[in-house]
């Protein structure tokens, strides 16, 4: 980051709010397509376990996609559900969802 406030940074331009977010949010072209809950990251399997996935709609499962630091690709889940009821949960929500560690996010 630099110290002159009046040079343009890619970290000035990112709201607070998505920072905040980067943690449980799940990415695919720059874009939020999911919220993780009970992520656990397993380095030596190079897999991350999800116990949901929610408002997924626009996650699109055969392509890679971010989470955290990661890379990820979806290999399997236990089910999917449409949750209509509360607004946290509405659309796709993919649970028991198991990712491969392809590699880290380029920064």
Sequence with gaps: MNADSNTPSAAANVPAASKANEQDAIYQGGRVVGKALDARVDTEAREIHF????????????????????????QRMEFATREER??????????????????????
């Design 86 to 107: 509360g607004a946290v949960h509405k659309g796709r929500v993919l649970r028991g969802v198991v990712a491969e560690i392809l590699g880290y996010r380029e920064q």
């Design 51 to 74: 116990g949901e996935i929610s408002n997924s709609d626009d996650l699109l499962l055969p392509e890679d996609c971010e989470f955290r630091e990661y890379r990820i690709l979806i």
